[in-house]
């Protein structure tokens, strides 16, 4: 099941959401004024606002750091990567593999498997197919193996996107997945 602001998010309710926790912003504690940041960067970078949602996230990845949060580090080391991919790649990229290592120390399964979605679909726009190719097979075995609907949505549009690539490529791919 998915939260409410989840929803919003899905729903194109950026600036809602954005409104929502700019309003929470230092009522509660640090651990919650982390997620705040989080959640505006997040939303941020579903607008291509991505400087501004750099801004954010680095506050809420520090506080999740002092506070020793590594799932929610995790998922904002994600969401850094994403506002990184228009802006300079090799950062994109090394904030994805911290991401994904930090899902696989603390084994959380939903976690391992968008982060490594991500970073995937991250090599594939900077053309490391077969790196791409590699963590978004990883990201939709783990989806399915959980049963992670959502998450496996993310390694279908990567693969999606090497697919159509795929006849200049020159290499195996989603024919041999099992849906």
């Known amino acids: 099941h998915r939260s409410l602001i989840e929803l919003l998010l899905i729903l194109g309710y950026f600036r809602e959401v954005i409104s929502f926790y700019e309003r929470l912003l230092n009522k509660i504690d640090d651990r919650y004024n982390g997620v705040c940041h989080a959640r505006i960067g997040c939303a941020l970078n579903l607008l291509g606002q991505f400087h501004k949602a750099i801004e954010h996230l680095r506050i809420g990845l520090d506080l999740f750091k002092y506070g020793g949060n590594r799932r929610e580090e995790s998922q904002t080391l994600e969401q850094l990567g994403i506002s990184y991919r228009s802006i300079e790649s090799s950062k994109a990229i090394n904030l994805h593999q911290e991401s994904f290592l930090i899902a696989l120390e603390i084994g959380h399964q939903s976690r391992k498997a968008t982060s490594s979605g991500e970073l995937g679909r991250t090599y594939a726009l900077f053309e490391e197919n077969k790196l791409a190719f590699e963590y ?43 849906y």
């Open 136 to 178: 978004l097979q990883k990201s939709f075995s783990l989806s399915k193996i959980s049963d992670l609907k959502f998450e496996r949505t993310i390694s279908l549009d990567g693969l999606s996107f090497l697919y159509f690539k795929q006849d200049n490529l020159n290499i195996p791919m989603v024919k041999e997945m099992h």
